[in-house]
């Protein structure tokens, strides 16, 4: 509550004095310091009461008409670069949001040197953003985007922000059309709330992605690989569990343990994007494939599709989310001797299962310099009510949201 209280303060003040984008400091013929920075003033509610849906899988409360309805998507970010020179620069960036460890690590999300050793070649290396999808590494700047929050069936389940390694850039022109192509490597070590919160251990992340732009078109093909280097602390006390069950009373123990290890599996994601940011109109869709390496994790299809119209300074759109799995609910494991441990057994299954879409209905108006209202209203279908790797309750169990519900959102977004 702290945390929102501060959020909300800063909030107000910065957004009240908005003027320019940004400050630039001089500190020599080439030097100079760039102070520039963005955030959100977010409310969110929906009809759903002991069920929230969470913005992405790493979110602490989710949206419910019961959470603080400031939690969500209020942020607000500061970003510093320091330019040496034509070739080297130095950037970082910090956002302070609604997060279960309120600490440096946690809030530091940029903090790399650029080398640009001519004018198609750059190399970082540091804390970068992690560039897999549109709008993946602006996902916390909400003025730079449409919609109220970036589409929750898409971006939802991926949790990943920054990794710590390095990239390589190299860009150039053919006629009209601008291609870069990227390769990035590294590791990462999100913080993941649970029961008990734990950080998920990446090493070693790698990927790439290319992208095409000509005049007011932009296309991206990006791939992502990581393998986890840890188990969480939950799974491993199922796992003891079951393999402490007699050979004779439960044959298959071993096989249904190694269903739960994290540690040593691989995920891979690959998506291609497609928008269009003209006048009047603004539409983008991407599409993407998110594949795990372990016993109990479905794998899924996401994608999405919006289209705003400007008229003068406001700009209505519409959107469609949607997330399913490839092939059905893994199964889940046979009758156990024990139902108490039957039951954690078949926690994970569900709570990973993710089936469901969005409507999506509302409005932007940039009503002044470097400020822009937001009104967005949302009908969240999860599909048979059997869905939920998306959502937490406040209740004991596992989450059981309605099968329809209606989600209402306002946002003041600023940059400065």
Known sequence: ???????????????????????????????RLRISGFGTLGLATSDQSHNALTRDIADQEGISSSTLPLSTDSRLGMQIDAIINSRWSAT????LKDRPAQTI??????????YRPNANWQIRAGRVGLDMGLVSDQRNIGYSY??????????????????????????FDLDEVNFSIKAFAGEASPFYP???????????????????RWRDWHAQLSYVGTQLQSNHPGLQELQSNIEQLPAFIYPDAASLSNRYTLRGTQNHFL?????????????????????????FITDVYMAYA??????????PFIGYSTLWPSNGRPATPSPLPDPALQAAAERPFAESYSNQETFSVGGRWDFYNNLALKLQYDLVHVRNR??????????????????FSNMFSATLDFVF
């Open 306 to 315: 919006s289209v705003g119209y400007r008229i003068g300074s406001i700009t």
């Open 92 to 95: 970082v960036q910090a956002v």
């Open 194 to 212: 649970s029961t008990p919160n734990y950080k998920i251990q990446i090493a070693p992340l790698w990927g790439g992605n290319v992208n095409l």
């Open 146 to 171: 449409l919609w109220v929050r970036p589409p929750i069936e898409f971006y939802g389940r991926l949790p990943l922000f920054h990794f710590n390694g390095g990239d390589v850039t190299y860009s």
């Open 386 to 403: 059997d869905g939920i790797g998306l959502w937490r309750t406040d209740q004991a169990g596992i989450p059981q949201p309605q099968e």
């Open 1 to 31: 509550m702290k945390t929102i209280t501060t959020l909300f303060a800063a909030c107000g003040l910065l957004a009240a004095s908005v003027g320019e984008a940004e400050w630039n400091i001089d500190l020599s013929d080439e030097a």
């Open 105 to 114: 690590e946690e809030s530091l999300q940029w903090a790399f040197i650029s």
């Open 271 to 295: 998506s291609a994007g497609l928008a269009y940011d003209g006048d009047p109109w603004r539409a983008q869709l991407e599409f993407g494939r998110l594949l795990h390496g372990n016993g």
